[in-house]
């Protein structure tokens, strides 16, 4: 049992590039989770998954797209990357009526 | 709109030392507090939350309505301690929790 895994670990990207972040769970979890973490920032939600097949716009989305691919699977892309995109992007799973969220490592993106 | 206020960026305590990290929030529903625990270059892990009213490594933290607070308290604090800490607030909608945004407390001799 994994838990929340994310690829990859780090990522160094020059301006106008473009990737996805990958996220899968092992939980059976409906809910899925994308968020930055920024230092004085704390942690802030880019998108979200209630269900598998709904996505929605957390409190930063602007630049990001998210697919919830199935259950398991929440990936996050960035069209076009920007130098204020470079962060640590965690991804996150919670049950169905839970409140406690379980998180992945995070991925290290740097931005040039 | 909800909100989670961590005052302090920094907490810096000797060890043995009692800790308190302070956490306020705004919301106008019934809260559900959580504390969120990260250490060095790891992942965020639950520490504790309200209704579980438990202790964990020796923390705990009380909802105090009426001060809209819910500060992590420790009596004595230990180098392993030393990491950041993330209050949240659940605000039901899709199980969405709003993240302060942390206090790294650290431990010294």
């Known amino acids: 049992n994994a838990g929340v895994t994310q690829t990859p670990k780090f990522q160094v990207l020059k301006t106008g590039q473009s990737m996805t972040l990958q996220c899968a769970q092992d939980?059976?979890?409906?809910?899925m989770y994308w968020y930055r973490q920024d230092p004085g920032m704390g942690l802030r939600l880019i998108y979200y998954s209630a269900s598998e097949g709904t996505t929605d716009k957390g409190e930063v989305p602007n630049g990001y797209n998210v697919s919830r691919l199935n259950k398991r699977e929440f990936s996050l892309r960035l069209e076009s990357a920007a130098p204020s995109q470079t962060s640590v992007y965690f991804c996150?799973?919670?049950?169905?009526?839970?409140?406690?969220?379980?998180f992945g490592p995070g991925t290290r993106l740097l931005v040039l | 709109a909800q909100r989670v206020t961590q005052p302090e960026k920094l907490l810096s305590v000797f060890k043995g030392a009692p800790v308190e990290l302070k956490c306020n929030y705004s919301?106008?529903?019934?809260?559900?507090l959580f504390w969120y625990v990260q250490y060095s270059r790891q992942r965020l892990q639950l520490l504790l939350r309200h209704i579980s009213r438990e202790s964990i490594k020796g923390f705990t933290a009380d909802l105090n309505k009426g001060e809209t607070s819910f500060h992590l308290k420790k009596p004595f604090a230990q180098e392993e301690d030393s990491a950041m800490y993330y209050c949240?607030?659940?605000?039901?909608?899709?199980?969405?929790?709003?993240f302060g945004t942390g206090t790294r407390l650290q431990v010294t001799l």
């Open positions: 996150a799973s919670s049950g169905q009526g839970q409140e406690t969220q379980y």
């Open positions: 949240a607030l659940f605000t039901g909608t899709a199980s969405k929790l709003t």
């Open positions: 939980m059976n979890h409906n809910s």
């Open positions: 919301y106008s529903g019934s809260p559900e």
